[in-house]
């Protein structure tokens, strides 16, 4: 079956780095449409980067040249690294396959000092 597997989050300072990694199993990963997202507290879940399958990427505005996205298509996982990291960062982060109904658990991020 489809599964999803966020690792990665963790505490860190404002203007801290982390890397997030997402396992996925169960589909064809490397055709898959692949995107990040992020729920903070109190608020709705929102689109933070995607990757399709030859690599072009794309970004939420608040993320753009912070965050990158990017994939190893023989490992089936998805990586997101997160430079200069903020507060408002802070939220639970998930993988998704863009045409799949399936989510993994999430990993929390919190930035703060």
């Known amino acids: 079956q489809v599964r999803l597997v966020e690792s990665g989050g963790g505490l860190v300072q404002p203007g801290g780095s982390l890397r997030l990694a997402c396992a996925a199993s169960?589909?064809?990963?490397?055709?898959?449409?692949m995107r990040w997202y992020r729920q903070a507290p109190g608020k709705e879940r929102e689109q933070v980067a995607s990757?399709?399958?030859?690599?072009?990427?794309n970004y939420a505005v608040s993320v753009k040249g912070r965050f990158t996205i990017s994939r190893d298509n023989a490992k089936n996982t998805l990586y997101l690294q997160m430079n200069s990291l903020k507060p408002e960062d802070t939220a639970v982060y998930y993988c998704?396959?863009?045409?799949?109904?399936?989510w993994g658990q999430g990993t929390q991020v919190t930035v703060s000092s």
């Open positions: 990757i399709i399958s030859s690599g072009a990427t």
């Open positions: 169960g589909f064809t990963f490397s055709s898959c449409t």
């Open positions: 998704k396959c863009f045409t799949m109904p399936y």
